[in-house]
């Protein structure tokens, strides 16, 4: 992501057996332009050597707070206030204890406590030790603060436990990192527009057309844009999710609906098309529940209705990706989703050139990813097909912000 090329963070290495995936981490932000400069503590030079460190961050490695060199320039106070986010990775029971109730005694507990940018905090440690009373009293405590957490997960464990203790993986983390980096104003002054869930197409008063998703992912975008400083409206079909804080709401339930509340909306700088629209709808909903014949009085069924099945004929709903991207009003940035079962980039691919949006987001719906907590996509632009990790949908909704954001300055 080379729009945040200019960013930088402090990573702290606190000791574990986690403390290896802090080399992959490292290696992963230098892959999207962001700098990383790390303080290693001495119970996690057990785990990792300074070399290994040092050669993947391209600087020197800090741990020693009575370092005369360092600290004869202020060198905790220089590193707590030089990177743009402090990144504690593997987090401790001790190093979350230390923030938590302000000790320092150490180069890596002194520079949390003097920094004055956002902390985001990886814990790692044994399940039992993490349900802890004193250890759920802190994290409560930090997260009071303003500590940022990512993880930990459910695992195995080096002792051979297994529950929630395990770090999150690197490109979790760097996915929460790019959030953390996102949400200080990048696109501030660019309008939004977001669509999200289903859309309903009524047969009669009682019966609809319509498909699973959950919302999970528009709303989880469109909060990340606001996050990230975008006016926001989101323009949702019916689903069961809280509103984003920040967001302008539109409630809709048919599709014809939701492109007139799209086109009220207009116009926008970036419009992103999460919503699973429905392809038809009856061609006429009856006024009154459709009943079975079977159901029918007698007298009231003639014998051409005996044994029939009704039928329902069905037209085509509008398009309204590729109304809004061939609008006199079109937004600068207009994307699209595409959830397959079959040939997912294959049809991404041929669907943005089809609706004439700037980007497809592809992915495969052939699993639990309706309603779920996580998605994997494919972003396919002008440049070509980015596979995205898998990932939770409000970090495919952070990714995508800061991705907008990096689009919409190159194109200023």
Not at 172 to 186: H, P, Q, T, Y
Not at 257 to 280: F, I, R, S
Not at 285 to 302: H, L, W
Request: aromatic fraction near 4%; charge should be neutral.
């Amino acid at each position: 992501m080379r729009g945040l090329s200019v960013r930088s963070i402090l990573l702290i290495v606190g000791g574990g057996i986690a403390a290896y995936k802090s080399l992959e981490l490292v290696r992963r932000l230098a892959e999207r332009g962001i700098r990383t400069r790390a303080i290693l503590t001495s119970a996690g030079a057990e785990f990792v050597t300074p070399l290994s460190l040092s050669a993947l961050t391209g600087d020197k490695i800090y741990s020693d707070l009575f370092s005369l060199t360092d600290e004869a320039e202020m060198g905790h106070i220089q590193l707590s206030r030089s990177a743009d986010l402090v990144v504690v990775a593997p987090a401790t029971a001790d190093l979350m204890a230390k923030l938590a109730n302000g000790l320092a005694n150490d180069l890596a507990s002194t520079t949390l406590l003097a920094t004055d940018k956002k902390v985001l905090m990886a814990p790692a440690m044994n399940v039992r030790m993490w349900e802890s009373a004193p250890v759920k009293r802190n994290r409560a405590q930090l997260e009071k603060d303003g500590v940022l957490f990512v993880g930990p997960n459910d695992g195995e464990m080096a002792c051979g436990e297994f529950g929630p203790g395990r770090m999150a993986e690197p490109l979790e983390i760097v996915a929460a990192i790019e959030k953390a980096l996102a949400v200080d104003g990048a696109l501030k002054g660019v309008r939004a527009l977001v669509t999200a869930g289903p859309t309903r197409e009524p047969v009669d008063p009682v019966r609809f057309l319509a498909n699973h998703s959950s919302g999970k992912q528009g709303y989880a975008i469109a909060e990340a844009l606001a996050r990230a400083g975008a006016d926001t409206t989101l323009v949702s079909g019916p689903v069961s999710l809280t509103p984003p804080q920040g967001v302008k709401l539109m409630r809709v339930t048919t599709a014809r609906e939701m492109l007139a509340a799209c086109e009220a909306a207009l116009p926008a700088d970036v419009l992103v098309m999460a919503a699973a629209v429905a392809d038809w709808r009856p061609d006429i909903a009856a006024n009154s529940k459709i009943k079975k014949s079977a159901d029918r009085p007698q007298d009231a069924r003639s014998a051409a209705e005996e044994n029939r099945v009704p039928l329902i004929k069905l037209v085509e709903n509008p398009d309204i990706l590729a109304t809004l991207a061939a609008h006199a009003a079109r937004p600068r940035l207009v994307i699209g989703f595409a959830a397959e079962t079959d040939d997912v980039v294959a049809n991404a691919v041929a669907k943005r050139g089809r609706k004439g949006a700037d980007w497809i987001i592809a992915n495969d719906v052939s699993g639990d990813v309706f309603g779920g907590a996580r998605n994997q996509v494919h972003l396919v632009s002008e440049s070509g097909v980015e596979d995205w990790p898998d990932m939770t949908k409000s970090e495919v909704g952070a990714r995508l912000a800061a991705r907008i954001a990096e689009k919409l300055k190159g194109a200023a």
